[in-house]
């Protein structure tokens, strides 16, 4: 019985392992590596903007608001004065209609901004005409860095999102393709719940990886990096003093990524635990409702769902405490700037431009550090991912179907015989399912497989198409190892029926197309003759054309056997295998079918496994499997002469 409901908890991330999972996904991002620069120049763009405006403001203060170059610093305690030029006619005559507000020598008057407001409208535009034109010049140029600014963002958005997207495609494709390669045994240790979130939610979050690296690295981090700059070109020692702050930003930062790594793990565990339970649930509603599970079987996903609640919550205390913390920090360094900048300003060491434009330098400051944690968080949750998705690519040789594309090149042209030599099979290790099994197929013959539940005449049928390898022994076709040859040779020329059949979404002609999309109309109906499914096609109301769900569930278990039989006979192969493909079909349709199998394996080499022994009376030799062995071997009549295994096999029937 399985406790971890398809989820195994991942192992600690280190910052090393990172930087090797990172490296692992260059490829995927190498096809691209034009559109990142692009992108790259783009946040360059938006950085200097972003830099600009609060510099611009400062200009428009100390060059035009409140002139840096009019103050006089030449009173113990300094007045802000601005200074006109006498030689203007126009100014000239407005120094004289206030002789009480303004001094003056010989070439020039000065007046207190605080007096300004004694001159009359007109007076004080025609005064401050130039700074008047500086201020709308600075403006229109900060409208123009806006709108920059906007359609930088809006390309950068563009051109990530849809590339990031498109590595999300080709890293999908990969794992998908990558699971259809892995052999049989990889599905029974990993449950459905599982792959299904590695396919979906891990790429998904895989995504972050792209996005937050671009963030992290080159937005936030150029962003901190010109802000530090500036402020310290603005004013060395009140940068200084405000980056007192910063060790306790980063022990914050530092507590908080550890408390939100362990929340965002365990939010990760419980969502693929609701994932498996969600999906086991669903194909097991039959046996659910049957065994009335359902208040049960509700008890424990609420279980589930609670635990992942509690796990979002943790995450979101840990945000909930965090993100105050550096707000708070942020505003003890814009005090430490009024305090000390408001001193120096009064001092007249400090302009009002440059401590405005300090202040909302520092506003700024403090954005990229609160995105660059949550965004460290965010890849440590991608690198998780990142590193499950990889164990599946990283599945070893031993484990994985070497997928070979089809070959013009035919290995073998005849099939003459196919042998087992002193065969054994072990799933688990030393466990062995079969043990020195040796037996000859002729080509053109039939034989059947016959014994008890878990004898292993199954296990021993998956080796002939390469689901399983031999754990020893060799099996030959022709006199060529069947492990020297690509898995996809041997099943294109294999059909397979079970006893359990899957047919897949569609219609009742694309499952029985699906090993030969080249079938004409004339040889399908030939097909649904031989395989008896004229009665299925016949009550359906768009007949083979009409759709079905997956599964086939709305067909009946006889009916569903019937056109996987169909199914088999479409691929036209030189190997039918049968896998108790009677089991679940009544008496008179089992009778029609064997006569139309008997037509069918002329000429070809079938592998009847049967728990009904009429069944195996049509093969011309008979296997009797007894706990991982061939016990007995011969036609029936002989076999019921000894009064071995097969004869009791036969009493008990």
Not at 319 to 327: K, Q, R, S, T, Y
Not at 434 to 457: E, F, M, Q, R, Y
Not at 543 to 570: H, M, N, P, W, Y
Not at 574 to 580: G, P, T, V
Request: hydrophobic residues 45%.
């Amino acid at each position: 019985m399985r406790y971890d409901y398809g989820y195994s908890e991942e192992n600690q991330l280190d910052k090393h392992y990172d930087f090797k999972l990172i490296r692992r996904l260059v490829p995927y991002a190498a096809p691209h590596r034009y559109l990142f620069l692009f992108i790259t120049v783009l946040i360059v763009g938006i950085t200097v903007i972003d830099l600009s405006i609060p510099y611009m403001t400062k200009i428009a203060v100390d060059r035009y608001i409140v002139p840096q170059d009019n103050l006089d610093t030449h009173r113990k305690t300094p007045k802000k004065n601005l200074i006109v030029n006498m030689a203007d006619p126009l100014l000239r005559d407005i120094v004289k209609r206030y002789p009480e507000y303004f001094k003056r020598n010989n070439q020039s008057a000065w007046i207190a901004y605080e007096d300004l407001k004694y001159l009359k409208t007109n007076d004080l535009k025609i005064l401050r005409i130039n700074d008047l034109k500086g201020i709308m010049i600075i403006s229109l140029l900060l409208f123009g860095l806006v709108i920059g600014n906007y359609l930088l963002n809006f390309v950068h958005g563009i051109i990530l999102e849809r590339t990031n997207q498109k590595i999300m495609h080709d890293i999908r494709i990969n794992i998908f393709s990558h699971i259809q390669s892995l052999k049989l045994d990889y599905y029974t240790k990993n449950p459905v719940g599982r792959l299904v979130t590695r396919v979906t939610n891990d790429v998904q979050n895989m995504y972050e990886v792209f996005n937050s690296l671009v963030a992290f690295v080159f937005k936030d981090i150029m962003l901190l990096c010109g802000i530090i700059l500036v402020l310290l070109s603005i004013h060395v020692k009140l940068a200084l003093l405000t980056f007192m702050v910063l060790p306790l930003v980063l022990l914050a930062s530092t507590v908080f990524s550890s408390k939100a790594r362990d929340a965002y793990r365990m939010m990760r565990i419980k969502i693929a635990e609701i994932n498996t339970r969600f999906s086991e649930t669903i194909n097991g509603m039959q046996v659910i409702q049957m065994y009335r599970m359902e208040y049960d079987n509700e008890k424990h996903f609420q279980k589930l769902n609670h635990e992942n609640y509690l796990a979002d919550l943790k995450q979101i205390k840990v945000f909930a405490l965090f993100m105050p913390v550096i707000e708070s920090l942020g505003i003890i360094a814009i005090a430490i700037v009024i305090y000390y900048g408001g001193n120096n300003l009064l001092k007249n060491s400090i302009s009002l431009g440059a401590l405005v434009a300090y202040i909302s330098y520092m506003k700024m400051f403090f954005k990229p550090i609160r995105d660059m944690a949550e965004k460290y968080n965010i890849l440590q949750n991608a690198m998780a991912s990142a590193e499950r998705i990889f164990s599946i690519l990283d599945t070893t040789s031993n484990d994985i179907e070497h997928q070979d594309l089809p070959d013009t090149k035919d290995p073998i042209p005849v099939i003459k015989k196919i042998v087992f030599q002193n065969v054994s099979l072990a799933y688990v290790s030393e466990a062995l399912v079969l043990k020195d099994i040796s037996l000859t197929i002729t080509a053109g013959k039939s034989i059947a497989l016959v014994g008890s539940t878990g004898a292993g005449k199954t296990s021993l049928v998956n080796m002939v198409v390469r689901f399983y390898d031999p754990t020893k022994g060799k099996i030959l076709i022709n006199h060529l190892d069947l492990k020297h040859i690509a898995p996809y040779w041997i099943r294109s020329k294999t059909a397979l029926v079970t006893q359990d059949p899957f047919l897949f979404s569609g219609t009742i002609r694309d499952n029985i197309e699906v090993g030969n999309k080249n079938i004409s109309e004339e040889q399908l109906k030939n097909i649904i003759a031989l395989s008896r499914c004229q009665s299925i096609v016949s009550r359906l109301p768009d007949g083979v054309d009409t759709d079905i769900s997956e599964g086939g569930k709305a067909l009946s278990s006889g009916q569903r056997q019937l056109v996987s039989i169909a199914r088999a006979f479409a691929s036209q192969p030189d190997i039918i295998i049968l896998d108790e493909a009677t089991s679940y079909i009544d008496s008179e349709t089992e009778q029609n079918i064997q006569a139309a199998l008997k037509d069918l394996m002329k000429g070809r080499t079938a592998i009847i496994i049967a728990h009904r022994l009429s069944t195996a009376r049509m093969a011309d030799i008979i296997f009797v499997m007894h706990r991982g062995r061939i016990v007995e071997s011969g036609k029936h009549a002989g076999l019921m002469n000894q009064k071995g295994f097969y004869y009791n096999l036969n009493q008990a029937c």
